[in-house]
């Protein structure tokens, strides 16, 4: 009796009946079979798994890492940035500021020579940004989608700090249930120094004021009234491939 009662917990503890231990054998194929299905199961999340690591690293060989570390550069210098007075910016990495007009202009001023490493780093004519308006205000529409199309610049050699930008600014946003598009005519200049964008619309109604000094692949804007200086809107326009 002990030794049955032996084999009635043994046949628990595997997960079989004692039915199937005693009088059928398909029992005990069936359970084996079950198992090796578990054991597919696992081996094809594990193909999956690894297709799926193969592929990002297939990414992450394709993509130019660059980028990435000069952000994490360029966060680093703003966190350890030196008090520079108004109009000047520090050279990299050093104590040294120098005035953002003698940036760009073919003459070595800081002595690391940041001021002559990072002169094309304004917008390209042809390229193409687009972001959201958020926080809008002076008759702007919240969530307007905004697309920047850089059209032409103009740098004169006798002033390297600036370049000459000229830009369309599109603005699209619904209306009593119709969508609607707003197109400006800006022009402006890139501060090489400052890596800041300044583009005027028509009549002076609004000034887009951008800034490329974490990146240059997105850039950080404001909308300003001209008249009275007024913030009507903020958004982060990134460029498009």
């Not at 997960?15 to 009088?23: H, I, P, Y």
Request: with cysteine; glycine share 10%; hydrophobic share 35%.
């Amino acid at each position: 009796m002990k030794g049955l009662t032996a084999v009635v917990v043994l046949a628990v503890l595997l997960g079989v009946s004692l039915e199937g231990c005693v009088g059928n054998e398909s029992m005990g194929y069936g359970f084996a079979s079950s198992k090796l299905q578990i054991q597919q199961r696992r081996v094809d999340r594990l193909r999956n798994s690894m297709a799926g690591l193969r592929a990002k690293v297939a990414r992450a060989h394709s993509n130019d890492g660059r980028d990435a570390i000069e952000q994490l550069n360029t966060r680093l210098l703003l966190l350890d940035a030196p008090n520079c007075a108004a109009g000047s910016v520090r050279c990299g990495h050093s104590e040294q500021c120098m005035s953002d007009l003698q940036f760009c202009d073919g003459v070595q001023d800081c002595n690391n020579n940041f001021d002559e490493e990072n002169c094309k780093s304004d917008p390209p004519t042809g390229s193409f940004w687009a972001g959201d308006l958020y926080r809008a205000g002076c008759g702007f529409a919240e969530n307007s989608k905004m697309r920047l199309f850089i059209t032409g610049h103009d740098h004169q050699y006798y002033f390297g700090s600036r370049v000459g930008i000229t830009a369309s600014l599109v603005m699209s946003y619904p209306s009593n249930g119709a969508s609607v598009t707003d197109t400006y005519s800006l022009t402006g200049t890139y501060n090489f120094g400052k890596k800041e964008l300044d583009l005027d619309a028509p009549g002076n109604a609004f000034e887009l004021r951008c800034d490329l000094v974490r990146s240059d692949s997105w850039m950080s804007c404001n909308l300003v009234q001209m008249t009275g200086g007024d913030t009507c809107g903020h958004a982060h326009l990134v460029n498009q491939p």
